[in-house]
């Protein structure tokens, strides 16, 4: 486990499956990812079950609260590449309402960050956000995070067309 200032990362369980069907059902949460059709419950969790083990190359942890131990999120690492010495954050995602704009996803995003520095031994992180996701946008920039590029147009959701930006983070430029 990962232990940061308000949150501990942790490999998902079979159990968690519920929480992550709720939330990917939600559209606060699923307005700014990519969408896929649904899935009932008990294919959640049949899914949940088999989850695959978690990798360097590709790893989905469970956020939760160091008060109480509660999930309320999760973060994905994926594409990870050694000879060049990166990874890319695949998805990071508060799930539980009351724990949103709480500062909970970016100290996950240090935690997970920090691990791939650390401990995997990257040089570099970097993800494609929406750019109109603005409570995104603040998030990583506020860990260290820049701007390296924009996809015009190239992300639709509620029938409009949205920018992709592309972020990087090196290791000497994680606050």
């Known amino acids: 486990m990962l232990t940061g200032d308000r949150v501990r990362l942790r490999a998902l369980e079979p159990a968690d499956s519920e929480a992550l069907w709720r939330w990917y059902h939600d559209p606060e949460v699923g307005r700014w990812m990519d969408t896929s059709p649904p899935i009932s419950l008990a294919q959640n969790m049949e899914k949940g079950a088999n989850r695959p083990r978690n990798t360097f190359e590709q790893m989905v942890l469970g956020i939760e609260t ?7 999120g999760y973060v994905a690492l994926g594409d990870t590449d050694f000879v060049q010495g990166e990874t890319t954050l695949q998805s990071i995602a508060i799930g539980d309402p009351a724990h949103r704009g709480g500062g909970y996803a970016t100290d996950a995003l240090r935690l997970i960050c920090r691990y791939a520095f650390e401990e995997m031994g990257l040089h570099r992180v970097m993800l494609w956000v929406v750019a109109d996701n603005t409570a995104a946008v603040r998030a990583y920039t506020r860990v260290g995070f820049v701007e390296e590029g924009r996809r015009r147009e190239s992300f639709r959701t509620r029938g409009k067309w949205h ?10 430029e994680l606050k």
């Open 163 to 172: 920018d992709f930006l592309m972020m990087g983070l090196l290791e000497s």
């Open 66 to 72: 160091l008060d109480g131990g509660r999930l309320i």
